[in-house]
């Protein structure tokens, strides 16, 4: 069998779109799927769940299927809400409550960042702090309260022991894991560079393991939270959860949503923080953003 390399005859119909005299053709690009969708503003879609549920909720509430004992109704939580910040209660305990959370988070990112530098960069340092690591941060930190009030008192030092150990092993875990995920070729490139030890860590391996410390600190703070939910049910006289013990006390349950708000936003505020950060500090690596 034989291949011809003539070109086409004349005499056979062409069908390319751009040629002949016939009428052009109306092209209509093609568009992604979503790109199709109903475009709404990110934030009214962010927005409408917890709406609809607040709405639910008032209704429920106002009919009287959600009895106020069991839960007060969104309206009333606003109204002592604004009682509370009104006498300066709320805002002197989430005064108390972030000292705690920031001097928790101070220690815990010292000793978390510090020890896997040591585990990731040496391997007699990973010989002889990882193991022990790995064992203690499968002990629950709670469990570890009553011996921290024999060790340290009833006053702020337990309540910020608590805090720190929550913080120190998830953001060694991280710093870690993105210390020992960096390319071993950009390593290569860098000695073939004539890069010292000490230029290899500071222009290769730290920005290589940024990514993951900064996903530690978020789960870090995350922890710092709930860590301090606990530390503030321990003899507490000030703070959140010293207002959220006596609300219990009298069966108050608008004042312990309210904290439990107060929580919520402390907490997501502390995450829109690092998220910034990671922003300002992560340009230089693109990533999938969504569509």
Not at 130 to 154: E, H, K, N, S, Y
């Amino acid at each position: 069998m034989s291949i011809s390399h003539a070109p086409p005859s004349p005499d056979k119909a062409d069908i390319s779109p751009v040629s002949g005299p016939g009428p052009a053709l109306d092209l209509v690009p093609l568009l992604p799927a979503s790109d199709r969708r109903t475009r709404l503003p990110r934030w009214l879609r962010r927005t409408t769940g917890p709406l609809l549920l607040l709405a639910l909720w008032q209704l429920l509430s106002s009919t009287g299927a959600l009895a106020p004992d069991v839960l007060a109704s969104p309206g009333r939580i606003a109204d002592v809400g604004a009682d509370l910040i009104g006498d300066g209660s709320l805002t002197s305990a989430m005064g108390a409550s972030l000292q705690r959370v920031a001097g928790g988070l101070l220690l815990g990112t010292v000793i978390g960042t510090g020890l896997a530098l040591v585990s990731g960069l040496f391997r007699i340092g990973e010989d002889l702090v990882d193991a022990p690591v790995q064992m203690l941060r499968t002990v629950p930190f709670v469990g570890l309260i009553p011996l921290f009030i024999i060790w340290f008192g009833i006053g702020e030092a337990p309540k910020i022991a608590i805090i720190t150990l929550g913080v120190t092993f998830p953001l060694y875990l991280n710093v870690y894991a993105g210390i020992r995920g960096v390319d071993a070729q950009l390593i290569e490139a860098g000695e073939s560079l004539g890069l010292s030890r000490w230029g290899l860590v500071r222009h290769v391996v730290l920005p290589g393991a940024l990514p993951g410390a900064l996903t530690g600190l978020r789960y870090s703070l995350g922890i710092a939270w709930l860590a301090l939910v606990f530390a503030e049910q321990v003899n507490a006289d000030s703070g959140i959860g010293f207002l959220m013990v006596q609300a219990r006390d009298f069966l108050r349950t608008d004042v312990i949503v309210v904290c439990l708000i107060v929580y919520a936003f402390l907490g997501l505020l502390a995450d829109l923080v690092v998220r910034t950060l990671e922003r300002l500090l992560l340009q230089w690596r693109p990533t999938f953003t969504g569509r």
